[in-house]
C-alpha cells in the first residue's frame, strides 16, 4: 500500500478492526476476538522476554536483517494459531524461530515442519528452537516438506511463509483447506505479490490484512471476502 492511501484510509481500517462493518458473523468473530483480542494469554510473557533477550544483544540494523518478529505480530501469530489448534504446522523460512516458538506454544501435541535451505547458518534460530527440536522436522526443499505436511490425517493444518515460496505450493496448502499466514508483504515485494496471487487463486474464504501480515482462510463455507485491518 503507497503511502497516501495507507493514511488516508487508516479511519476505514481502524474501524472495520473493531468489528464495524462486517457482515459476516465468523469474521466478526475473528477480528474482534482474534485479530484485535486485548485480553492477555498465558504465551505472551515467555514470548517477550525472548524477544528481549534478543534485542539486548542486536542492532537495529542485525533486527532488520535477521527478520526479528515484532511483539505485536508474535502475539497476533500465537492467537491465531490458538484459534484454529492446527495439529501439524508447515514454516516457510525459519527467521529467528520466535514465531516457530510461538506457534509451538499453542499445542504440545503439534509438529512442526520447516523448510530454510539456510537453517544451519542461522545460529539463533537453531538455539531458540533447541529445546523444541523434538517436535520440528527439518527440511531444504519445500515440495518435500509440503507433501510430508499434507500427508495422512489432520483436524486443522496452517501455515506460516516468512519469506518467497513457490505459488504452485502455496495453491496446493489453499486447496488443502489449510491457513496460510504471509509476513514481511510490506519489506518485499514478491511477498506481496505472493498475497496477490493466493487470493485471486481462492474462489471461497475470507483473507484478512493490514499491508504487512495476511492470513487467509480457505474455508470453501465461507463467501469470498476480503477484510484490510489495523493492528
Not at 129 to 142: A, F, G, I, M, T
Request: charge should be positive; hydrophobic fraction near 40%; glycine fraction near 4%.
Amino acid at each position: 500500500m503507497g503511502f497516501p492511501k495507507k493514511y488516508l484510509n487508516a479511519w476505514s481500517r481502524h474501524h472495520r478492526s473493531g468489528g464495524f462493518g462486517i457482515h459476516s458473523p465468523f469474521a466478526y468473530q475473528f477480528v474482534r476476538n482474534v485479530w484485535r483480542q486485548p485480553l492477555p494469554y498465558y504465551a505472551y510473557g515467555g514470548m517477550r522476554q525472548l524477544l528481549n533477550t534478543i534485542k539486548a544483544g542486536t542492532t537495529p540494523r542485525q533486527r532488520r536483517e535477521m527478520d526479528l518478529i515484532s511483539e505485536k505480530e508474535a502475539r497476533l501469530l500465537f492467537r491465531v494459531t490458538n484459534f484454529f489448534n492446527p495439529q501439524r504446522i508447515l514454516q516457510v523460512g525459519a527467521s529467528t524461530g520466535v514465531e516457530s516458538v510461538a506457534m509451538l506454544a499453542v499445542n504440545s501435541q503439534s509438529r512442526l515442519y520447516m523448510y530454510d535451505t539456510q537453517l544451519e547458518q542461522k545460529a539463533l534460530a537453531v538455539r531458540v528452537l533447541k529445546s523444541q527440536l523434538d517436535r520440528v522436522e527439518c527440511y531444504d526443499d519445500v515440495k518435500v516438506a509440503a507433501d510430508d505436511f499434507l500427508a495422512g490425517e489432520a483436524a486443522s493444518r496452517l501455515a506460516l511463509v516468512n519469506s518467497p515460496a513457490d505459488e504452485t505450493v502455496l495453491k496446493r496448502l489453499l486447496d488443502a483447506q489449510c491457513v496460510l499466514v504471509l509476513r514481511n508483504l510490506n519489506h518485499d515485494e514478491s511477498m506481496s505479490a505472493l498475497f496477490d496471487t493466493c487470493c485471486q487463486h481462492m474462489p471461497m474464504g475470507q483473507t484478512y490484512t493490514n499491508d504487512k501480515i495476511a492470513i487467509l482462510n480457505p474455508n470453501p463455507k465461507l463467501q469470498r471476502e476480503d477484510f484490510l485491518l489495523w493492528l
